[in-house]
């Protein structure tokens, strides 16, 4: 009996070693994980900055928030804009819809802006007859 007893507690000992041996090295695996990746200087120089004062965190705060905004709308539109290329009025070939009956037009439409002046020299733009 009492050789059992001692060989049941050496049994108890050897778990319980074990149990704290393993608790202990999760423990330090938690820590290891839990671990910032970013250096503690550059977080305490942060804290120095705007983690010390509200103000100081509310400008951190609203100055990620507007640049976040901004990212995420240049990406949203880069987006939209490679999705709709072509479709767009900024991404249209509008030559392509071009006609002849418009080149005249356009081409009138300069002979006359020529000829209007070549009038508008002498004219001082009343047209009264009366001085």
């Excluded at 049994?11 to 671990?35: G, P």
């Excluded at 951190?60 to 290329?85: K, Y």
């Excluded at 071009?98 to 000829?115: F, G, L, N, S």
Aim: charged content about 30%; hydrophobic content about 30%; glycine content about 10%.
């Amino acid at each position: 009996m009492l050789f059992s007893t001692l060989a049941r507690n050496r049994t108890l000992f050897a778990r319980r070693a074990t149990v704290a041996t393993a608790s202990t090295t999760c423990q330090q695996q938690l820590r290891q994980k839990s671990s910032s990746p970013i250096p503690a200087p550059v977080l305490s120089k942060w804290y120095s900055i705007f983690g010390k004062s509200t103000i100081g965190y509310a400008t951190w705060l609203v100055g990620g928030i507007i640049v976040a905004e901004g990212l995420t709308g240049m990406l949203g539109d880069a987006f939209w804009g490679s999705v709709n290329h072509g479709r767009t009025f900024d991404t249209v070939d509008w030559s392509k819809f071009k006609t002849d009956d418009e080149e005249e037009e356009e081409e009138e439409e300069e002979e006359e802006e020529e000829e209007g002046a070549g009038d508008e020299e002498g004219d001082d733009g009343d047209d009264d007859d009366d001085e």
